[in-house]
């Protein structure tokens, strides 16, 4: 347990982050998984719907830090490339 006043500050600000941080965690997997229910489902427009709304979503928790660049770009792309194999 923190001793000093400082610490203690740290511990509380820590967890509060933590928390916020798994929050939005959550919430780009729930649209992540729409993106993929309506692939799944074979409806392109629902789909791009569904991922046009997730990307700023994404990018927003990316910008955040609560998630890595790298991460969101990466399941952004692979999202894409699923929707539009759904053309073919």
């Known amino acids: 347990m923190a001793n000093t006043k400082q610490a203690r500050k740290r511990a509380r600000q820590a967890e509060d982050r933590r928390k916020l941080n798994a929050s939005q965690r959550s919430m780009v997997r729930t649209y992540i998984k729409r993106v993929i ?16 709304a997730a990307q700023p979503v994404i990018d927003r ?9 790298k991460k969101a770009a990466r399941i952004k792309s692979r999202l894409n490339k699923r929707i539009k194999a759904l053309a073919a």
């Open 61 to 69: 928790i990316a910008d955040k830090d609560a998630m890595s660049k």
């Open 37 to 52: 229910k309506a692939i799944q489902s074979g409806d392109q427009a629902q789909a791009n719907t569904e991922f046009k």
